[in-house]
DNA sequence: GTTAGCA
DNA sequence: TGCTAACAACGCTGG
DNA sequence: CCAGCG
């Protein structure tokens, strides 16, 4: 075991969020706050970071292999990028104070692959991304989604829904890890298909001819080896602060809006809506009709 | 935001 | 020692 | 194979 760390944050003055005046010391607050509710989602699996040292209104940059001066007691994993031909170096933020260094470096928005690091080929979620085309907004994304949710009861599916903390919506199917991502991705596809047939403002390719205008995507090639989804809780870097937030299907039903959730209003205090979620691993869902 | 490299 | 430039993503699909 | 997208 390494030595206890500590760590030493820089700036924690300065502004990254100027239309509210939320600064770095704030974010680090944030994340070491939501540490219970993140780690489990965090702790075996690699992450990619979206930084913004110069705030929301300036250019980010995401970063997957950790940078140079990475402390000794961050745990890391190889992998071997085919694409880029070289090795990533991905951090696992498998303890609180490795989110607290990440929020030091400014990465306001954590992103998680769907499998383990260790097993990164068997996909632990079923993940349907539910993405408005404008000029839809979220209350298009969230009458999709409750229509998904009908479908995948009929399946006898337990789903589990968040804010994507955009206008979008996020639903997840804990899987038992004996499933490929093609799988995976076929089931969700066919989900997509057949919803689609059901509601005249669903859309299931990412096509730019097959997104129409006012549609909401279900987007199915999320569910992909080293694809990654915005983490639980995660910030987002948008002028309103908003967070990536699990919520129970009766606060959509009740009208949940994606802003009702940020820095300011978020505690691990709060119900958990996914209590369980990992243990509540689930079959493949068969559709009918 | 941090580090490597150079004056 | 102090300053500054460089650097920080890739997997997947459609065409 | 490349461009575009998330
Ligand atoms: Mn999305
Ligand atoms: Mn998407």
Redesign the pocket.
């Known amino acids: 075991m390494e030595p206890s760390p500590t760590i030493?944050?820089?700036?924690t003055g300065?502004v990254l969020f100027p239309s509210l005046g939320i600064t770095?010391g704030r974010v680090i607050e944030y994340y070491i706050r939501m540490a219970p509710r993140m780690l489990p989602h965090l702790e075996d699996r690699a992450v990619?970071?979206h930084?913004f040292?110069?705030g929301v209104d300036h250019e980010g940059?995401?970063?997957?292999?950790a940078?140079?001066?990475?402390p000794s007691w961050v745990t890391t994993a190889v992998?071997h990028?085919?694409?880029?031909d070289?090795d990533?170096h991905y951090i696992v933020c498998d303890r609180p104070e490795t989110l607290a260094w990440l929020a030091?470096?400014?990465s306001l928005e954590l992103?998680v692959t769907l499998s383990r690091v260790g097993n990164p080929r068997v996909p632990l979620f079923a993940f349907f991304?539910l993405?408005p085309q404008p000029p839809a907004q979220f209350p298009e994304a969230a009458e999709v989604a409750l229509q998904l949710r009908d479908l995948l009861v009929e399946a006898g599916v337990r789903s589990y829904l968040k804010t994507s903390g955009k206008k979008g919506l996020h639903v997840l199917i804990p899987l038992e890890e004996k499933y490929t991502?093609r799988q995976v991705?076929d089931a969700v596809h066919s989900a997509g298909i057949l919803l689609s047939r059901r509601s005249d403002r669903v859309v299931h390719?990412?096509?730019?001819?097959?997104?129409r205008p006012g549609s909401v995507?279900v987007?199915y090639?999320?569910n992909?080896?080293?694809?990654?989804m915005i983490c639980p809780y995660s910030l987002r870097a948008r002028e309103e602060a908003t967070v990536s937030m699990p919520i129970s299907w009766q606060a959509l039903e009740s009208g949940a809006r994606p802003e009702d959730f940020n820095i300011g209003t978020v505690s691990s205090k709060m119900d958990d809506p996914w209590r369980g979620i990992l243990s509540d691993r689930q079959e493949i869902w068969t559709e009918s009709e």
Do not use: C, V
């Not at 940078?67 to 990475?70: E, F, I, K, L, Y």
């Not at 992909?224 to 990654?228: G, L, P």
């Open positions: 030493e944050f820089s700036n300065k770095k990619m970071l930084r040292p110069e940059f995401y970063e997957k292999d940078p140079a001066g990475t992998h990028s085919e694409t880029a070289r990533i030091n470096l400014a992103h991304d993405d991502f991705r390719e990412a096509s730019s001819r097959a997104k995507l987007d090639a999320q992909a080896a080293w694809k990654t």
